[in-house]
């Protein structure tokens, strides 16, 4: 019998420089466990002339999860910031009251052809945390822990699970794990998972109750204690989920929070220029034209 609750496909979404998947926020599920948003960056082939630039922009509620498959781009930030992410590597900033940054990049590979593929995700805070002091903390690949169990490789980006911790310093119950496996293997996780559980499938397929499911998808489990399923040959896939807040979030353009007032304070803050400035970048994304706040629905 298959675990799977739901499946939710990408969707293209338009960032400003090109297409991504987007697949959370969901209209039938707006978040799994704390996870708010995810975003399916490439694989995009980028030419000499293309450049990833998407210039300083707010954030508020929230913490900003950037994973990298291929690529490198340079993160610059209101706290004086400025680091290179690059394959394998973790990128965390906690927005906390307010934040601004920008993604660009870096000046040594915009004249050159380059790739671009990972995972941009968002984490909602807990409500008494949702204001809290903005920081960032980079954390290199060979930091994270990784292990090999029956041929499957495992690797725990953020979060706690299977007795392992990530250094990548989260706020709430949840965990980000990426599962690999060369050969055809069955997998049971059951375990480990708490909360809400969803899967990523980024390449290859997965088969779960007899019926096989192909890649750019999350699979919603029903039940996160019963994770059993099978990974086909060269399948990469990402489990994530954790612990649900008690709160709904409302959420508009890059602001996440418990309350609509949090949301309307910094849609005006940006519109008065009162968030804090990047220095020597001035190309400040506007506030898009009015569109709904979305307020999750109980499911």
């Not at 990972?118 to 204001?131: C, D, M, N, R, S």
Request: some cysteine.
């Amino acid at each position: 019998m298959s675990n799977v609750q739901m499946i939710i496909e990408e969707r293209p979404a338009d960032i400003g420089n090109f297409l991504v998947g987007r697949l959370l926020p969901f209209r039938g599920k707006r978040m799994v466990g704390p996870f708010i948003f995810i975003d399916h960056m490439g694989p995009a082939y980028l030419k000499e002339y293309q450049n990833i630039d998407v210039g300083p922009h707010p954030h508020i509620g929230l913490s900003t999860l950037t994973y990298l498959f291929e690529g490198n781009i340079m993160h610059r930030d209101t706290l004086g910031t400025v680091v290179e992410v690059a394959p394998g590597e973790v990128n965390w900033m906690t927005a906390g009251k307010g934040i601004v940054h920008s993604e660009r990049t870096p000046e040594y590979l915009r004249h050159s052809d380059k790739y671009l593929h990972g995972l941009q995700i968002w984490v909602a805070l807990p409500k008494e945390l949702e204001q809290m002091e903005p920081s960032f903390h980079h954390v290199g690949a060979e930091e994270l822990p990784t292990w090999e169990e029956n041929g499957v490789m495992y690797k725990l980006i953020a979060g706690e699970a299977f007795g392992h911790s990530s250094p990548v310093p989260v706020y709430s119950q949840l965990y980000l794990l990426e599962i690999k496996s060369a050969t055809r293997q069955t997998v049971q996780i059951s375990h480990g998972l708490y909360g809400e559980a969803g899967m990523y499938i980024l390449e290859g397929s997965i088969e779960d109750g007899g019926i096989s499911y192909e890649p750019k998808r999350i699979l919603v489990a029903k039940n996160p204690q019963l994770c059993e399923f099978t990974l086909e040959a060269n399948t990469t896939v990402y489990v994530f989920g954790g612990e649900p807040f008690p709160e709904e979030r409302f959420i508009f353009w890059n602001f996440v929070a418990t309350s609509q007032d949090l949301i309307e304070k910094a849609k005006e803050d940006w519109q008065n220029d009162l968030f804090p400035r990047i220095e020597g970048e001035g190309d400040l994304v506007p506030l898009p034209s009015p569109i709904p706040n979305l307020k999750p629905k109980k499911t």
